[in-house]
């Protein structure tokens, strides 16, 4: 079957315009994250979504990072007033069941992010 | 303030010999950890994964070992073949917590095995 698929794969964006990242997870999967890989770092914690809604945010940035998930699928990743420091690979991950920890993430290939 | 650690960015190995990447933590609450391998323009992988409860696992070529004392895991590769050369991440999780499985990932190590 399909695996978790992301769009765009590259996006270039001006600083201060608004970018939307779009994730399909699995399809079935319940359990969704956003994680984000920045320039020689490991991958950071964003947001993980229980069917439609986000029992945990508490690693998006800023204000300015948003995400919303529809239909217990597609999730959108919405980064407004783009900044340089946004600048990095954002990875989708989905996992069969929600909440468990041991549940093995199957992740998308990535949507790399350059903010001139 | 990076609470999983791999200290070593690179790696470079000949085929049919060992491969061992490491990885430290430094979060007490960890109890879960995991192995990820990530090749160019894919998403990261599951490779292997080991319980606190334990201090090894072993998938095939793929060994994990845990020293809670020392806070230290590594990934053994034996035989090491050409198609591992990858990207290693190492990441962590207080399972028996509620973090929903919030992973905390290693920076990760470049693997070259060597034909």
């Known amino acids: 079957g399909a695996g978790v698929s992301q769009s765009p794969s590259n996006k270039v964006t001006e600083k201060g315009k608004d970018v939307e990242l779009r994730c399909d997870p699995i399809s079935g999967h319940t359990a969704l994250y956003w994680y984000r890989q920045s320039l020689g770092q490991g991958l950071e914690f964003l947001i993980y979504f229980q069917g439609n809604s986000a029992p945990d945010k508490s690693g998006l940035p800023s204000d300015r990072f948003s995400a919303e998930r529809t239909g217990g699928s597609v999730s959108t990743l919405t980064i407004q007033r783009t900044q340089q420091e946004d600048s990095a690979v954002y990875l989708c991950?989905?996992?069969?069941?929600?909440?468990?920890?041991?549940?093995?993430?199957?992740f998308g290939p990535g949507t790399r992010l350059t903010v001139l | 303030d990076q609470q999983v650690k791999q200290n070593s960015p690179s790696l470079s190995v000949q085929e049919g010999r060992i491969s061992i990447l490491n990885c430290d933590y430094t979060?007490?609450?960890?109890?879960?950890f995991l192995w990820y391998k990530k090749y160019p323009a894919e998403g990261p992988t599951f490779l292997i994964s080991?319980?606190?409860?334990?201090d090894k696992n072993e998938d095939g070529r793929f060994t994990v070992f845990l020293n809670k004392s020392a806070k230290h895991l590594s990934l053994h590769i034996v035989p090491s073949q050409p198609g591992d050369s990858a990207v290693y991440f190492c990441a962590a999780d207080n399972a028996g917590g509620t973090s929903y499985g919030k992973l905390t990932f290693g920076q990760g190590t470049i693997l070259t095995v060597h034909p």
């Open positions: 979060n007490s609450m960890f109890d879960y």
């Open positions: 991950a989905s996992s069969l069941l929600a909440g468990f920890s041991t549940d093995t993430q199957y």
């Open positions: 080991i319980s606190s409860i334990k």
